[in-house]
Each structure stands twice: as C-alpha cells, then as structure tokens.
C-alpha cells in the first residue's frame, strides 16, 4: 500500500493524504480525516517503515539538487512550501559535476517522488538519460534551457522589459544591455529590452542595445545615456569604464543593475531589479507536488511585476549639446598624384599612381567637424560643371549644409594638383575656379547661419577681405573665429585682431614673421597684433600652443604618415570641436592631434577623416603615447 493508492481510496490528493498521516492537518475536514484513517487502519500501513521496502512510505520526499553558488532564498522558498503541502526535503548542494552526480544517484537511492535540480554550468545532462524510475518527477531550473513542461525559470523577458521601461520612462532614447553570458536568461532578457524599446518608438539594432563585456568599449558606450547591466561581471566593467572614461553616475549616464542592490559605482547605488528567489522556490515546488499529484507536466515560466528598487542611479538624460559651425572656405577636386620625388626645373618624373577626390580646405573643415556630430554650414562657391555636382553631393551625403553653396554656371570649379612623395610631405598647385567668384553679396545673404554658431572657420586661401567681412558677421553673433593663414605673406591687422585662435604652421609663421626666430615670440607677436589664442603645428613635432594663461609644446601621435594632406584641417575641425563640447583647451589640442595624426594614414582627405567614436577610442587608448603628427 502506497500513499498514492490510499489517496485513490479516499478520493483526496496525495498531500492530502501526507498531511493526515504526519499531523499537519487542520485544515482538513473531520469527515475526510477519518476516511483517510479508516483506510489507513485497515490496510495496516504503517508510516515508519523503511522507504526501501517499495510499499510502504511515510511521507511523500522532495529532493533538491543545487549549486553552493545557489541563492539561500530560493531554497527557503522550497522547503517552506514543501512543509506546508505536507512534504519533506532532502537538500543536496554540490559544487563540480562530480559531486552533482554522487548526489543525484544518493537522492535515488533515498527514493525521493520528485526532485528540483538547479542546474549550473557544469552540470552533466547525461544524469536524466539515466535509468530512472518513471514515477520520479523532476523539475529543472535553468537559465541556459527554454522554459519547457520540466523547466521553470523567471520571466527574463519581462525583466528586461521593466529595465528598459524604467529608463525610457525617464526620456532615454539610447539605451544599451551588457552581460558576460549568451545563455537563455540573457538572450531573453534582451530580447525584453528589445521589445520595450520597440514599443517606446525608440529606434534600435542588435550591436546598439546588446554588448557582451569582453568586448565592450568606448565606441559601443558613446552616446548611451542608460545602460542595464544584466549580471555582476557587466556591472563591474561598467564600473571600470565610467572611471576609466571619467564618466559620472547618473549625471552622464543611467544604470540599471540586477540583484545590485548593494553594489555601488563610484559610491552610487546602482538602481536594480531583485529576483524573488524565495517566491521562485515556492512557485517550482508547487508545480513539482501538481506535476506528482497529477502525473502531468506543469512547468512554466514565473512572472511577476518586475519593479526597480530604488532610483539612486537613474536620472533624466542630460540634454546633449549639438555645436554648430560655419565654415567659409574652399572647395577643389583634389588630383592626387604619388612620385617618388618631386620634379626639379626641367626635370620630368613619373608618376606611380594617380586619384581624384574631394577637397579644398572649406570642404575638409566643414567634413571634418560634420563627422564628429556637429551641424556644419558651408559657405562656398562651385561650378555648375560636372565636378561641381560630384562636390556638391560629398557634402549633401556627409551632412554638411549645401544652401550656401553658390553655384555658378559660366565659372568651372576649383582644382587643386597635389605631388605626394614616399615620405608623405606633398606639395599644392591650386586653380581657384569658382572659389574666387564668392563675393560680400553671398556672406550678407547667408548672415543667418551665423546666429546661432559657436565657431566660425577660415582661411585665407581666399581674399582677405572676404575673410575679414566673415570675421566680423561672426562676432556679432558672438562666434568665435579660427583663422587658417595660409598662401599669404602677411595679414590684415583688423584680421588678425577678429581672430580668437590663429593656427600657422611652422612655414607659415615663418614667412609671417621671416626675422622672429622662436616659435615663442612669434606666438607673442600675433597675439600683440590682436590674436588671443595663437597655435604653431610643427609637424612631426607636434605643436605650440601660447595664450593668456600658458605657453607650452604638445607631442604628436606617433602614427606612420603616407599622406599629410589635409592633416591641418582635421586637426582645426576637431579642436574647434571639442571646444565647442567645453573641454579643456590642452585636452582638445591632445584630441586635435590624433586627428590629425589619424588623417595621414589614408590618401586624401574625405576617407581620412575619422568620426567621434574612433577618435575618442584612440585617444584613450594612446594619449600617453604621443610623439608624431604630420601636416
């Protein structure tokens, strides 16, 4: 006589019966007790006798198979729930799968009706492939399995879901998930974040939300302003990267742990999602005992109304500062053409290889700074010519604002005729074509692109006097001027004192100023004549950098030139830019020069120019390693 054949008597259930016979019964009725003791009378079962004899058993056993890595809360759950439903439990914890299958095989031979296995990672699923007795129901907690009729497991789904919901309820549109794993849970959990930010609007793709930590890096985290971090190991190299990459919390960056409600990064406590453990111990055992008292399947998945528990690391996204520049410039189809030296007087040299692309300072400049993420308008002239339409799209597909590009029908577009030797100097023969039809008449007409600028860029390959007249709209709109001298001997000094930061190169500065021979008092003189910033690239040897405040060298990135072409210009768009963003200026010039040294390792300008992340990532990953930049 079984417990199983008593409660078929009896007509009651199993637990039923299992609570009469061991005294847990109050809430049974009188009339259902006595029933289940009548035939336990006369059929002389006996609850004590031993559990290996087959028949007779005591009481109905639970046992529980889980890691020492286990959550204490979740076997709480499972004991508490099992005592109440009149069951026992014979605990087993193990730490290698050696020893999860010593346990597993003990369990067996106590003759446990139905197990709850917590499986880890290490654990041999070729345990249930074992010759098992076919009334032992077994229910497996797994975050690397599917829920399924024998598998329970949170809602991980919904968990990622309410992580995400918590940070797009406070106006996050760039949201991110870190974990170290690709088991069920995580993919699950991702696939909730997914979801949630789908039905927020919020545009996504794989690489933007999920990254896994071992290759998580700064390019990945640049422009998150929420980041859910879906176990410790995430949690921890976020917390390496925001004191790495000098980023706050919540004030830069919003994070969401899960079970972190006592981990803190840099002091905060990190916002969190806390799995019930204990109601997920209840919840498996109750569909075990169904699953024994019914002989049918009953796993699922256990959902609840996930809640973050406290709001320490999430706060509203700071509103992020998009910079805007004028650029008044040239714009050539550059002809690059690579020799191994430059052709004497009388002297004819091939020419090894020969492109055309895209170029003039004010295209460069305004490419430049548009690739970072800044608005960019461009004030230009171009011909109506074939080379003047291919331009005009260079800068429509890079962003850059084209309605103050004057296009002109009877005047062909600038060229410019670059000669790049094997140790990457270069030297320039530039038609100006439609460059020199720009007139005051088109600055005035576009005055309005000026208000509302941070930063106004120009050169002086084109008349002064233009320039002049842009440095002047620009100042009454209260942007700040960065002057490129450039194929000129000398300056307007009206110019010179419209000018903010004045950036020659060392030959420039020299034929400035031919009779000064230090860098440091030519740097003096221009800010004499009215300069406030003054700023010497010095090629390889990077540059000097002199203003009210301090004089002092900068070293250049140590990369390997083949083209210095237009290295003046990335480094002028992105110092312009991270001023823009308020960094320190000796941090923008460090930033400036890994552009710059970033720019001469492809030939031409366009494809040279790096976007924010790049540079950024290699910025830190080098910035004590500087030692070379080229122009």
């Given at each position: ?104 095989k003990m369990l067996l031979a106590h003759h446990v009706d139905g197990m ?207 910079s805007h520049f004028v650029i008044m410039g040239t714009v050539n189809v ?298």
């Open positions: 006589m079984t417990l199983k054949e008593i409660a078929e008597l009896a007509n009651v259930s199993i637990s039923t019966v299992s609570k009469v016979i061991n005294k847990k019964d109050d809430n049974i009725s009188s009339e259902t007790r006595e029933r289940i003791l009548d035939i336990v009378k006369q059929y002389h079962y006996s609850p004590y006798m031993d559990r290996s004899a087959g028949d007779l058993r005591p009481s109905l056993i639970l046992g529980v198979l889980i890691g020492k890595s286990a959550n204490y809360n979740f076997l709480i759950g499972i004991v508490k729930r099992a005592r109440a439903r009149g069951y026992s439990t014979i605990v087993c914890t193990s730490s290698s799968a050696e020893e999860e299958a010593q346990n597993f709850i296995w917590n499986k880890e990672r290490y654990s041999n699923a070729a345990l249930l492939d074992a010759a098992l007795p076919s009334s032992l129901k077994i229910s497996i907690l797994n975050s690397e399995e599917r829920p399924s009729a024998s598998n329970t497991y949170f809602s991980y789904e919904e968990m990622g879901y309410a992580a995400a919901k918590s940070l797009a309820d406070q106006g996050h549109k760039c949201i991110g998930c870190l974990s170290s794993c690709r088991d069920y849970a995580a993919r699950a959990f991702v696939e909730g974040v997914r979801r949630c930010l789908f039905d927020q609007r919020i545009p996504t793709d794989s690489d933007s939300v999920w990254r896994p930590v071992e290759s998580c890096d700064s390019i990945w985290l640049q422009g998150k302003t929420g980041v859910i971090c879906f176990d410790c190991a995430a949690v921890n190299k976020m917390s390496t990267m925001a004191e790495y990459l000098n980023i706050r919390v919540p004030e830069d960056i919003s994070v969401v742990g899960i079970d972190a409600d006592d981990v803190k990064i840099a002091g905060i406590q990190i916002s969190s999602i806390t799995r019930p453990f204990e109601e997920l111990g209840k919840f498996a055992t109750d569909k075990l005992i169904g699953t024994i008292e019914s002989g049918k399947a009953n796993g699922s998945v256990f959902k609840k109304d996930y809640r973050i528990s406290r709001p320490d690391s999430i706060m509203p996204p700071k509103k992020i500062k998009r550059d002809t690059l053409m690579l020799v191994d030296k430059q052709p004497e007087p009388g002297e004819t040299v091939s020419i090894r290889q020969r492109m055309t692309m895209p170029g003039g300072k004010g295209l460069n400049q305004a490419l430049g700074v548009s690739r970072l993420g800044a608005s960019a308008a461009l004030i230009s002239s171009l011909g109506r010519d074939y080379d003047g339409r291919q331009m005009f799209e260079c800068l429509k597909s890079n962003s850059v604002r084209t309605d103050s590009v004057t296009l002109h029908d009877d005047i062909s577009t600038g060229h410019a005729y670059i000669f790049i030797q094997k140790n990457a100097e270069s030297n320039i023969a530039v038609f100006d074509g439609a460059n020199a039809a720009l007139t005051v008449k088109d600055i005035d007409q576009y005055e309005s692109l000026f208000e509302n600028a941070d930063y106004c860029l120009l050169q002086t390959e084109m008349e002064q006097d233009l320039v002049l007249h842009a440095a002047k709209i620009a100042h009454k709109h209260h942007a700040k001027v960065i002057l490129k001298p450039c194929a000129v001997t000398s300056l307007l000094p009206e110019l010179v004192r419209s000018t903010d930061i004045l950036i020659p190169n060392e030959k420039e500065a020299d034929e400035l100023l031919p009779d000064i021979a230090s860098f440091e008092e030519k740097a003096k003189i221009f800010r004499k004549q009215g300069a406030k910033t003054v700023i010497i690239t010095l090629g390889e040897n990077g540059c000097f950098l002199q203003d009210d405040e301090r004089e002092k060298y900068f070293p250049a990135a140590r990369i390997s030139p083949i083209d210095t072409t237009g290295a003046a210009d990335a480094f002028i768009s992105s110092l312009a830019f991270y001023l823009s963003m308020d960094k320190p200026i000796e941090e923008a010039i460090k930033l400036a020069t890994c552009a710059a040294g970033l720019s001469t390792t492809r030939y031409g300008v366009p494809p040279a120019l790096v976007g924010r992340e790049t540079l950024e990532l290699y910025y830190f990953e080098h910035q004590n390693d500087f030692g070379r930049i080229t122009e």
